[in-house]
């Protein structure tokens, strides 16, 4: 109900209830990751690239070295700052509210949260690893799917784009990279190399909370029979299906193709409908992280 309301508001009380989820998304991801730093990454020197990572390595070296305890929240708002303000003199102020709120939230509730977190996994490195990046890649991923951002190696990257033959992701992954070999130096390589790990399971995390679980399957059919599969979608799964003219660039024939979205549990019997129509059919089916529209998840702007 909510959903077919805001379909029908005008476009400005649509952007103004999703600036309001989206500050809210981004807050509680903030809190989820701060935590995840907090509970697995920071009491067991994991340093997970980025600007949180390289506080964490600067956190133990100040204590090892001169014995002075720097909080990594504010290590991380003044890294940041310097970061904006160089970003900011570079391009003008293209980052936007919500980037100067990741950046300051996020240093203030891992400053906040610490005193009240319990250091898990303190005994196993690889158990820290898994929980803190999911944790964290949870967390994170709430905050790019509000459209936000902590500031960081994106802004390293934004800068960098523009002078390298690289890509933003390629360039964060460097910094990411460049975060783990000060981590290798200062905090010792097997430290490091379980950082990098966490890195990755981050990254594999923020993709399916961005993404979606792959739950549905999208086939497309190339048969002799387009006519009949479609029927037999339509009316035996009960599925819809949309058809479009192709040419095969070997015999140079037009043919229909079938396209169609289907559940996972409903991948089998499509399958054997198609055999049974045309047993040489000739199917691509693909993963699908987000279906929406009729039969599947209705759209709208409140996820």
């Known amino acids: 109900m909510v959903k077919r309301i805001l379909a029908r508001a ?46 964490t390595v ?18 991380m708002l003044l890294m940041n700052a310097v970061l904006l303000v160089i970003g900011v003199r570079a391009k003008g102020w293209r980052y936007g509210a919500k980037t100067v709120y990741g950046m300051v939230a996020m240093s203030v509730a891992v400053d906040v949260l610490a005193p009240f977190t319990p250091h898990l996994a303190s005994h196993d490195q690889l158990l820290a690893v898994l929980y803190g ?16 951002n ?8 934004q800068l960098l784009v523009e002078k390298v033959n690289l890509g933003i992701g390629q360039l964060m992954l460097l910094a990411d990279a460049f975060v783990t070999l000060v981590a290798a130096i200062v905090l010792g390589p097997d430290l490091a190399l379980y950082g990098a790990v966490a890195v990755f399971v981050m990254g594999a995390v923020i993709d399916v909370v961005q993404e979606g679980l792959s739950v549905e399957k999208a086939a497309f059919i190339i048969c002799d029979e387009p ?4 029927d ?9 299906a949309t ?26 019997a499509l399958k054997a409908l198609v055999h049974a129509v045309d047993p040489r059919a000739f199917v691509v089916i693909a993963n699908v992280h987000e279906a929406l529209g009729e039969g599947f998840r209705e759209i709208g702007v409140v996820e």
């Open 243 to 268: 058809g479009f003219v192709a040419r095969g660039l070997y015999s140079a024939e037009q043919r229909e193709v079938v396209f169609t979205v289907v559940s996972r549990r409903e991948i089998d």
């Open 58 to 75: 600067f956190y133990y070296l100040f204590i090892d070295e001169f014995g002075v305890t720097v909080p990594i929240g504010v290590q």
């Open 227 to 230: 006519g009949r599969v479609a």
């Open 232 to 240: 037999a979608v339509l009316h035996q799964l009960g599925r819809g």
């Open 10 to 55: 005008n476009p400005g009380q649509v952007l103004k209830h999703r600036r309001v989820r989206d500050y809210a998304l981004m807050t509680l991801g903030i809190l989820i990751t701060a935590w995840g730093l907090n509970a697995f990454l920071i009491p067991n020197k994991l340093a997970a690239g980025g600007v949180s990572g390289l506080a």
């Open 133 to 148: 990046g999911a944790i964290t890649g949870i967390g994170m991923g709430l905050v790019f799917k509000a459209r936000g």
């Open 150 to 157: 902590t500031g960081g190696t994106d802004i390293v990257a």
